[in-house]
């Protein structure tokens, strides 16, 4: 597959079992396939990989991370790839160009001279800088910090994106204080480099890397908790607490269980309030000191400082 392209995507019409497909083809599994005939194997839904053969009604895929993976055609659909594309959407097929360009602003006054950003003093904050690798289909931003020196720009900021499959949505916003965000969502697995350049010239150390992966294994040690100590409570009020989860400790999922204690809570009540962040309300109905355990990513994956004790008066 190209990386050097303008992709496109294009389902296939119909739900027919006569399903064919030519080598060479770029295919996926369809959204509407729960579980393949065949089982996933290495690769998901995300997953972007080139037809071998066909064997009736089954197909041979060469997926990046899963080469001579087998499946029934019928689950498979096209995924086309189309080169020197442009912005028009035709007879049901998106094409999306691999370049972007931010908005660039004009002065208020007229002859006004508009200072412009210097690319060698331009610094770009990327996700693998910050978070270790990114998940296929979580929203992303790599910051572009030009300085308050330069409030003004008529030159804009340049990206070309190589990949095994464009980024898709994409966009370059303004942020009004010194700084460009490119916030993007990746389609694929795989190894990708953002080119930036500003009027034409190479931001220092671009091309600038990224790795998409399927998913980050979890990290209970890099969870916390707001307050730490848990402050004690009273019968019957909830005792509140705050589970503090960054992108480097994966998905989780979180988990608060009653360990000991006088009797069984009344409720236990955890709830995402934010990306990475939890609301945990643990009401007991007499006093006493119980524990309570906070794990991440299973019951045997404690985080620092589990199991927590909480004193009821």
């Not at 308050?148 to 303004?174: C, Q, R, T």
Request: glycine content about 8%; aromatic content about 6%; overall charge negative.
């Amino acid at each position: 597959v190209s990386t050097q392209s303008t992709w496109a995507e294009m389902e296939l019409v119909g739900g027919s079992e006569n399903v064919s497909f030519q080598k060479g083809d770029i295919v996926r599994v369809k959204r509407s396939v729960g579980k393949p005939k065949y089982d996933w194997g290495k690769i998901t839904h995300a997953s972007i990989g080139e037809v071998v053969r066909m064997n009736n009604k089954d197909i041979i895929v060469n997926f990046p991370e899963h080469p001579g993976w087998s499946g029934l055609a019928a689950e498979m659909e096209l995924v086309e790839t189309q080169q020197n594309g442009n912005n028009s959407t035709t007879n049901n097929k998106v094409v999306t160009p691999n370049t972007l360009t931010s908005p660039t602003k004009s002065s208020k006054k007229k002859n006004e001279n508009i200072p412009t950003p210097k690319p060698e003093r331009t610094t770009v904050t990327c996700p693998t800088s910050k978070n270790g690798n990114i998940v296929v289909g979580v929203p992303a931003e790599i910051i572009v910090t030009i300085g308050k020196d330069a409030p003004f720009h008529s030159e804009p900021l340049g990206l070309i994106v190589n990949g095994p499959l464009l980024p898709n949505p994409m966009e370059i916003v303004d942020n009004e204080d010194g700084t460009l965000s490119l916030f993007f969502t990746s389609r694929c697995v795989g190894h990708y480099e953002f080119e930036m350049n500003w009027g034409g010239v190479p931001l220092k150390d671009s091309p600038y890397q990224v790795d998409v992966v399927e998913s980050i294994p979890s990290d209970a040690s890099k969870v916390t908790i707001e307050p730490n100590p848990i402050a004690g409570g009273t019968i019957d009020k909830p005792v509140t607490f705050h589970i503090i989860s960054p992108s480097s400790a994966g998905m989780g999922p979180a988990l608060v269980s009653h360990l000991s204690g006088p009797v069984d809570p009344v409720k236990i009540e955890c709830t995402p309030t934010s990306s990475g962040k939890y609301l945990v309300n643990v009401t007991y109905p007499k006093p006493g000191t119980y524990k309570l355990s906070v794990t991440w990513g299973g019951k045997d994956a404690p985080i620092p400082g589990s199991p927590f004790e909480i004193k009821i008066d």
